[in-house]
């Protein structure tokens, strides 16, 4: 079988179209030479290889032999995986919504001028055969190419001006010196509350995504306030109740997909994304500490058993996605015929598993099941006559039988890609569940991984963004940087290690010195010995994975007051200054920079420990035992050496010492663990204290939407 230029890629995206009868190239020198010596227009193609509709469009089109022969004649084809160059999918989705004026998604098509690369038409998925309103592929290449060669004028017109508006889709400093203040955070709690669905929980309608900073920031905003938005509670608890029982989480082996593709998170889109479960791990348990709940805790546990026995290489590094297909079609490793269920159970496991998953109902997947809670386990003690734990104990052993026979099918493919970003987002996950659930497992294996980057992603003072097979390539981006320093922050929370400090520092300086905008105060997306693109991106919004100068703000205002070091606070509050005019005008979309809002205008409760490991058992506990979001605490044992002044000057004694700061106010040295108990009390949310009217509030808002 022949190949083209991309059988020599690693990236498994890439490599799946390596046998398509379509003349692919990498995004590279040679490309965009032939282009140039041609005079072609480029066609770019950008996806991933979790990507359902990327596949369909693959096998109608790009896999078809006249298709290819039309795409080969009149473009160069450049096929790009979004994952491994997010810093291309920015520009390029960017310039689709200029173009399209709508949102774009994945496959994102592109056409390119060959002198420039800047696109002058753009869309999405297109059909081989025209279907809901969308022109065959192949008219689309003949009028692109038609185009091109006749409206040359226009098309250099048009590109100016997009050259122009997307230079100035990002914010930029006013050139006030405007004081910064909290009206945003209780500005996007409103804007939050106002797109809430009262129904099912989550934000607005289908599809429907998780959005874990929008709940962080709910949570936040609920300890803020003193408990008394118990409001803001229960829409991140109604939400992460309905997604832990609804069928966007693999109720069998854990983990969350992408998105649902209905309201009631019943029917997801079937992809599996580090990137998702990483944050959702951490908010699970947060949720956890905040309410008591155990369904928030098992949620958490069953997430992080599904990424450490499904995810995490031999090596120690975590591969990015599980597929959307297997066999061809998209969830056929996760449905159900009702019959191949009734034969793996006993009669009493399948009376309650049938009524609890739903399968005394209609089918709800294209003639099959996927399991989505329809009851509680209380229902069924009245009508199976057995004890909650009884109910309990019996789904569990069902769930086992079918997990055990799903094993046994054929696998969706998973993309064994090592990416820097997503690895920081699981390794802070794990590192936080593992605290604050006492999990050492969890903790271990976020330092296996954290130690492969070391190994592999990080060369003379300079990371790398993506692994596989043996290579590591790519220059780091912003996200690589500010979710790594923010991930070690709490790895180091978990235990301490000054070897991991240092990393953090030397990620901080290498952020402030290649990446930050000296004049107008941010980061841009790529460092200043990057590839030359069409436009320097500068995002500060979130988007499906944390914004990362919100990140990069965040993470340097803790370490920033951690160390004592103004360079990081300087850096964080020019960022907030460049980025405010949009924080006040919509800053629910911009949850993660309002965290770095909220600890620059309310610092941080810092804690040191200094003891032996026994000493400093019990006290780090307590700082770990109630929902604190403004609270980062470390136990550094006695014998620790090589620390930053800051942290060196707070010394050891008998005992344990525990030494509290808020931003750069320190109080004094506290060594009576009932004084350290009751200076913690402050600044903590108690699930036990507030139970009585959180449910309460739970009851009356139930009421309400009734």
Known sequence: MSTNRLSECTSPYLQQHADNPVDWYPWGEEALEKARQEDKPILLSIGYSACHWCHVMAHESFEDDATAALMNQLFVNIKVDREERPDLDKVYQSAHQLLAQRPGGWPLTVFLTPDDQTPFFAGTYFPKAERHGLPPFVDILQNIANAYRQQREDIRAQNQALIRAINQLDPIATGKATALDTAPLETARQQLASGFDETYGGFGSAPK?????????????????????????????????????GGINDQLAGGFCRYSVDDQWMIPHFEKMLYDNGPLLALYADLWQASGKPLFRETALNTAHWVMTEMQSPEGGFYASLDADSEGHEGRFYAW???????????????????????????????????????????????????????????????????????????????????????????????????????????????????????????????????????????????????????????????????????????ADTLLERFEDREQGGFFFTSNDHERLIYRPKPFGDESIPSGNGIAAAALTRLGHLLGEPRYLQAAERTLHCGWEHLKQIPHAHCTLLKALDELVNPSEIIVLRGDDDALRPWIKRANRHYAPRRISFAIPTETSGLPPALSIKSATTGCTAYLCHGSHCEAPIHDYKRFDEALAGGEVSADAESQQFEGTVGSFKRFRE
């Open 209 to 245: 995504f998780p959005h874990p900073s929008s709940l962080e920031q709910l949570l936040r905003h609920w300890a803020a306030t003193g408990t008394h938005d118990a409001r803001s509670l229960y829409m991140v608890d109604f939400t992460l109740t309905r997604m832990a029982q």
């Open 337 to 507: 015929d009702r019959d191949e269920v009734r034969q793996l159970l006993s009669e009493e496991e399948y009376r309650h598993f049938s009524r609890y998953y739903g399968l005394d109902r209609e089918a709800n997947f294209e003639g099959r099941w996927h399991l989505h809670h329809y009851s509680d386990t209380a229902p069924l003690d009245g009508e199976m006559d057995s004890t909650p734990e009884q109910a309990a104990g019996i789904l569990l052993q069902a769930r086992q039988k079918l997990l055990e026979q799903r094993a046994q099918r054929v696998r969706p493919g998973r993309d064994e890609k090592v990416l820097t970003t997503w690895n920081a987002l699981m390794i802070k996950g794990l590192a936080r569940a593992g605290r604050l659930l006492d999990e050492p497992s969890l903790i271990a294996s976020a330092r296996r991984a954290v130690d492969f980057l070391r190994q592999h992603l990080w060369h003379n003072q300079h990371l790398l963004a993506a692994y596989k097979d043996g290579q590591a390539h790519l220059n780091g981006y912003l996200d690589d940087y500010a979710n790594l320093i923010d991930a070690l922050l709490e790895l180091l929370q978990a235990e301490w290690d000054s070897q991991l400090l240092e990393f953090a520092i030397s990620l």
